[in-house]
């Protein structure tokens, strides 16, 4: 176990140090830099001794190596750095993006796993109507662009019922409530693809199990339906389900760019988007850094879910 | 019975959703924007900066609320008394300028307004390498008396009373304990507005919350509890805050500006750029055509700009054939329609210049504002004569100005924002302005710019759109249309208003209807 949990703590050090390096590289790449960012603002234009001089004021004319290194320094100081336009730490920066970003994301996890284990279990388990209907709902689901799907329900429940706010985010702290309603219409939004990604593969494993031979087996011993499929094949089926919840996580958290867009969310992806637009690297590198911190969390408790789930996994 | 129990689960999530989407109306958008309590106020991007040293003036809401402008410029055009009483020129030549500031004034801090504080400011901003720090660069600051600054430019400078107003942001005069501490400029305020940044409602790129300045020097003048700045980037999520109730009053956005109409918001928008094409290599380097006067003219000639107008800008637009917007500054109503569309004269001209059959030539453009279908319905109209224009687009706008101000295109597409010709200058037509990257020295350019910055009152008036009315005959650019900048606003304010000196809305004047 100690062993495990060393080479864990290893290959996720490595992994952030990659991902960090080469956000530093990628960002270097693209076109322009932060000091054409400042002075482009300016409709009156600039000149090439300007944009020298901004470059030194805002640090960026010194090498890249040199660059990532100071940032390697202050993080092992503690400090993500600080945001180039306007000094701010980039901790704090980014600590009002990150309830929002998990609201959303761990919503629609939740009501993905919730409503789409459900969904995918009345498919298996009902091959008439009731099965049919499920599988066109799932299908609508893949259909349905979020974005579109996005408009409308701010149409029908902000504008014209206004049950949600039309967009914005409010902390939980205070009003509970209030939060709720502000995360309801984007994890709808998000969760209509999720909701069918995880039935539909609920679905294809669940049927998997109910024909194996060990249900037949549990039949014949007399143990009802509902032990049947809850206490033994749901448990079977569910390891390829919890990998897809923890790959959708993953997904959600660099996907939801468009429609924290859409509902004036503060989410990272915002910011990525706004620091990436701007040559912002310390933003940049700080969302890269916390994004990655979620990854190998979100794989570990994948890992720790099949350990759960699947004896043999726990006794290897 | 199998399937209840996920059922159930389903449905008790569904239920949740319904009960809280009743339970807690009172605390909805439309709850929060009651009129006199919170105005919310959607802009379309944040600002880089609060400093007001560094911030740009496309940000000036973030700036005006809690800095007072020594000067407030009203939504009329007109100017009044800000942090300074009075002001004027001494002199005949727009080089010494003298402030009286008004007494008794306190920061939001506690400290307290003086003349040294003026001075010191206005030495910072004008160190602090921002947007609009050339525009002070060389100037010197001094305190007259307590309550006197008198600025004395090295060049004549016209402008001042409109550079230190709100919309220019470094009007707004930062706190001896701001001035103190630079570093925290960026994120939080120290000014004498009626405001002041309430930094724990604050997320940074996402909204900003404005609480009453307990030391404003005229509480009749702050109307709200409390201002929220928010940010929303999507047009339609803009419309969308202000249809659902969640905001007063928001940035509009071509895309959006019908439906406002429809859905009965107020829609305030003045002309405020004008958008067309930069013929920059007047001296033939890289297109030689570009060279001959005539050539030039012959593409003013070539564009028909009604349609163009009618097809890329309906409802927000309006044909120009000068560099700036009708009514603005140097306006020529007689110059009005230099340039009719006019294909045969166009031809005519070409031949005359040597180029009977037409050329080729590059062009640059960004995708802001329109200007690459702009861009693309020029180079159709100006294929009618002959002339092939080879587009670059370049999504990324840092590439687009890097290409445009280098030298590499002789042509690239604009979007200039009208301004005081004195303040266009520097940066559209004088010899080392960004927009003049061939660096075209006209003798007799500089001597009416010149004049003009010594004039005042009508005879700078005549002077100015002499300057417009030569640019126009010399067809350094091809002007094709003026746009607004949009603003909508529900009906529970009043306020919202521009006008063409005053194109920018100022929140100042933004207050409960009723």
Redesign the interface.
């Known amino acids: 176990m100690v062993r495990e949990t060393v080479r864990w703590l290893v290959s996720s050090l490595v992994l952030l140090f990659v991902v960090t390096a080469l956000t530093f590289v990628l960002v270097s790449l ?4 932060a000091a ?12 090439n001794q ?1 944009y020298q ?2 470059r030194h ?1 805002l640090g960026i004319d010194q090498p890249l190596p040199v660059q990532y290194w100071h940032w390697l320094d202050g993080l092992l100081h503690g400090s993500l750095g600080t ?1 180039l ?4 730490p980039v901790t ?2 980014l600590a ?2 990150i309830g929002p970003s998990l609201s959303i994301v761990l919503g629609t996890v939740l ?1 993905a796993g ?2 789409g ?3 995918g ?2 498919s298996a ?2 091959a008439g109507i ?1 099965g049919r209907i499920v599988d066109v709902i799932t299908l609508g689901g893949f259909a349905v662009p979020n974005f579109w799907l996005a ?1 409308v329900l ?2 029908l ?3 014209k019922v ?9 902390p939980p702290a205070g ?1 509970p ?2 939060w ?2 502000s995360i ?1 219409l984007p994890v709808i939004t998000l969760s209509a693809g999720a909701v069918a990604l995880i039935a539909k593969q609920t679905r294809d494993c669940m049927a998997d199990v109910l024909s194996r031979e060990f249900v037949t087996m549990l039949r014949a011993r007399g143990l009802g ?2 032990s049947i ?2 206490r033994h094949a749901l448990r079977n089926a569910a390891i390829p389900v919890v990998t897809v919840l923890g790959l959708l996580l993953i997904n959600l958290l660099g996907g939801t760019v468009l429609i924290e ?4 969310v ?1 989410g990272l992806g ?2 990525a988007v ?1 620091a990436s637009g ?2 912002n690297l310390p933003v940049i590198e700080g969302i890269a850094f916390y994004f990655t911190i979620a990854v190998v969390v979100a794989n570990l408790l994948v890992d720790l879910s099949y350990r759960r789930l699947n004896p043999k996994a726990r006794a290897s | 019975m199998t399937v209840r129990r996920p059922l159930a689960v389903s449905a008790a999530l569904a239920g949740l959703l319904v009960i809280t989407a009743c339970s807690s109306g009172s605390a909805t958008g439309r709850a929060a924007g009651t009129a006199g309590d919170t105005l919310t106020v959607v802009t379309v991007a944040s600002p880089q900066s609060l400093d007001p040293g560094k911030a740009q003036q496309n940000d000036a809401w973030f700036d005006q609320l809690a800095y007072e402008p020594l000067i407030v410029r009203r939504s009329d055009g007109t100017l009044q008394p800000g942090l300074a009483t009075s002001w004027s020129y001494q002199g005949a030549d727009n080089k010494t300028f003298v402030l009286h500031l008004r007494p008794r004034v306190k920061f939001s801090d506690g400290s307290a307004l003086t003349a040294r504080t003026v001075v010191d400011d206005l030495d910072y901003v004008s160190k602090a390498h921002g947007q609009l720090a050339p525009f002070l660069v060389g100037d010197t600051f001094t305190a007259t008396d307590p309550l006197t600054v008198t600025i004395t430019a090295t060049d004549p400078n016209p402008n001042f009373p409109v550079l230190l107003t709100q919309d220019y942001i470094i009007g707004g005069i930062i706190s001896p304990k701001g001035l103190a501490a630079p570093g925290q400029l960026g994120t939080h305020t120290s000014g004498a507005g009626p405001y002041m940044l309430d930094a724990a409602q604050t997320v940074t790129g996402d909204h900003y919350t404005y609480v009453p300045n307990p030391n404003y020097f005229d509480p009749k003048g702050v109307h709200w509890h409390k201002v929220v700045l928010k940010v929303i980037t999507n047009a339609q999520s803009v419309l969308n805050a202000l249809r659902s109730g969640q905001a007063q009053v928001s940035v509009g956005d071509p895309s959006t500006l019908v439906a406002a109409r429809q859905d009965g918001l107020t829609v305030a928008s003045s002309p405020l750029l004008w958008n067309g094409v930069t013929l920059a290599d007047r001296g033939g380097t890289v297109a030689k055509p570009l060279a001959d006067v005539r050539v030039r003219q012959a593409l003013n000639y070539a564009t028909n700009r009604s349609v163009i107008t009618g097809a890329l800008f309906t409802g927000n637009g309006k044909p120009v054939s000068q560099v700036t917007v009708p009514g603005g500054y140097g306006y020529d109503p007689a110059m009005a329609n230099l340039y009719p569309y006019d294909p045969n004269k166009a031809r005519q001209l070409l031949a005359q210049a040597g180029y009977p059959n037409g050329f080729t030539m590059k062009l640059v453009t960004s995708e802001f504002q329109q200007m690459n279908l702009l861009a693309q319905a020029l180079a159709q109209q100006w294929q009618r004569i002959g002339v092939h224009v080879q587009v670059t687009d370049d999504a990324n706008p840092d590439q687009y100005v890097s290409d445009a101000f280098s030298g590499k295109f002789p042509a690239f597409s604009t979007a200039f924002g009208q301004l005081p010709v004195w303040m266009e200058g520097p940066s559209l037509f004088l010899p080392t302005a960004a927009y003049n990257p061939f660096h075209t020295d006209d003798a007799t350019l500089k001597s009416l710019y010149a004049q003009s910055s010594r004039a005042s009152g009508a005879a700078k008036t005549g002077l100015d759109r002499h300057i417009i009315d030569y640019l126009a005959q010399q067809a350094w650019f091809v002007p094709v249309v003026s746009t607004g900048l949009p603003y909508y606003a529900t009906t529970t304010v009043t306020g919202v208003a521009t006008s063409v000196n005053a194109p920018l809305l100022s929140l100042y004047e933004v207050r409960p209807a009723g």
């Open positions: 693209a076109p322009g830099d054409r960012s400042v002075l482009s603002g300016q409709s009156t234009g600039y000149t300007q001089q901004m004021l945001d336009f306007n000094g701010q704090d920066a009002g993006r009501v919730l409503v284990v459900g969904l279990i009345v388990r009902r009731a408009l701010v149409e429940l902000a504008v206004a049950a949600f706010p039309a967009g914005g985010y409010v009003d409530a209030g709720i309603r309801v339906t509902a499929v809850y867009a859409v509902f004036a503060p915002q910011e706004t701007t040559h």
